[in-house]
């Protein structure tokens, strides 16, 4: 294959910013380097792109989406919603089980990937559900090629609620993967509902969805899986967490050395519940958007290394779906497209640096789930890189959004961070505006 070199541009990488340039010699990086390119290696390579001084960052790994297929497609699907992806600088997703029918067997997980393999340009990865009774297909699962078993504890959607303690146990002790959990706990949020049922009636506006689905209830969930996973050793994983109390309940050492982990989702970083007056539904989700003390303490646990990672858990609904009241809207919101943008606006405000953003959204995702030869701007490593204009200002339009529901969060919006181009694998398949639809990604695979 041809070598493709990538130059005058600000390489952001492993903490470090400069001036350099990127070869890649068919799926790989060749080189990565500081300065100008001689004339000798711009004439070795038959592609040459002058980033013309935009930011060069390794691709993000997103580790939470609802890509909605299979049976969920008049909303969401493999092939729009990984379009989103790559538009918005993401080259790996990880997608949920919570499909129809849930992803709780090998031969449903493996439909899944065969989907990706035919549809998606970003590289793809799938969670596998557990339930109360599938432990022995979960043991038999090759986590070398699959990134982890999904776990609602204490709220589910469908029938994926785990609540027997004799089969969690087991999860948490037998499985040498990661275990990703929602963590809510049922027990509260009915208590909740009851309390504010009875008080205002039972058609509540949206919100009261924080006051229903609380912090106290993710912090009771989140507390009793941190303490099985202390006893069990696991290598536990909370999931879009959203409250200022359950960062007590982690650690603040190298990530690497971490076997509990927690991610936050771009919207809890952006929104607080000041914003439902205005979004009403749209910001509506599960765990909910919480207070203003919620959010700061959230960005600063991300700031200091209490959190690990930054995700989306982009969810789609069709606008019609997140109609109705408190507990008819449907939970979720599309975020893939728009995550690296917002994260980058909030660095562009001095909420985090730039670096910070590449290491939680890039970096992080490939240490703690040990994806082989990505996530980084390295020699040998998947080519899997993003052009990010930082000078490029302009308004999030319905026209632009990718996502099959037609609808953003971020409407109206004006951001600074253009995307200008998406490379995964080597190859471009994105470029202002355009999704090159004529390459696939590939399986993400794990040193286990």
């Not at 008080?199 to 009793?224: I, K, M």
């Not at 207070?291 to 200091?304: C, F, I, K, P, Y």
């Amino acid at each position: 294959m041809s070598k493709h070199i990538i130059y005058n541009a600000e390489i952001i990488n492993e903490g470090k910013r400069f001036c350099g340039y990127v070869v890649i010699d068919g799926e790989v990086i060749n080189k990565v380097a500081a300065g100008v390119p001689s004339q000798t290696e711009l004439e070795e390579c038959r592609e040459r792109t002058d980033a013309g001084g935009k930011m060069l960052l390794p691709g993000v790994i997103d580790d939470q989406v609802h890509f909605r297929e299979p049976g969920l497609t008049h909303k969401a699907d493999m092939e729009s919603e990984s379009h989103a992806a790559v538009s918005g600088g993401v080259t790996s997703f990880m997608d949920m089980p919570n499909t129809k029918p849930a992803t709780t067997t090998i031969e449903l997980l493996e439909q899944k990937y065969d989907r990706a393999a035919q549809v998606s340009p970003a590289n793809y990865s799938f969670y596998i559900g557990a339930t109360n009774d599938n432990i022995d297909v979960l043991c038999n699962v090759d986590y070398s090629r699959v990134c982890g078993v999904k776990v609602f504890m204490g709220s589910s959607t469908g029938n994926m609620l785990v609540d027997d303690k004799d089969t969690l146990r087991r999860i948490f002790s037998e499985i040498p993967s990661i275990i990703a959990i929602h963590s809510e706990d049922e027990a509260t949020i009915n208590r909740n509902r009851a309390y504010y049922c009875n008080r205002f009636g039972n058609d509540l506006p949206v919100y009261f969805h924080p006051l229903v689905r609380s912090a106290e209830a993710c912090y009771v969930s989140t507390a009793r899986a941190v303490e099985l996973a202390h006893e069990c050793g696991t290598r536990l994983h909370v999931l879009h967490m959203s409250s200022a109390r359950e960062l007590a309940l982690l650690e603040r050492k190298p990530l690497a050395e971490k076997k509990i982990t927690a991610e936050v989702c771009v919207h809890h970083l952006w929104f607080t519940d000041n914003d439902y007056a205005y979004y009403e539904n749209r910001i509506k989700c599960n765990p909910a958007v919480k207070t203003h003390a919620d959010r700061s303490a959230l960005r600063n646990g991300l700031n200091t290394g209490l959190i690990d990672v930054v995700a989306t858990d982009h969810a789609p609904h069709l606008l019609n779906e997140k109609q109705g009241g408190c507990f008819s809207a449907a939970s979720g919101m599309p975020l893939v497209q728009y995550s690296l943008a917002a994260m980058l606006e909030m660095a562009d405000k001095g909420i985090f640096t730039t670096e910070m953003v590449v290491d939680k959204m890039c970096h992080a995702p490939a240490i703690l789930y040990r994806i082989s030869k990505r996530g980084f701007i390295r020699e040998g490593y998947y080519a899997d890189l993003v052009l990010v204009d930082g000078n490029a200002p302009y308004e999030v339009k319905k026209a632009d959004i990718k996502s099959k529901c037609g609808w953003s969060p971020f409407e109206g919006v004006r951001f600074h961070n253009k995307v200008y181009a998406t490379f995964v694998n080597g190859s471009k398949v994105y470029e202002n505006g355009e999704v090159l639809t004529s390459t696939r990604g590939k399986r993400l695979s794990f040193d286990v």
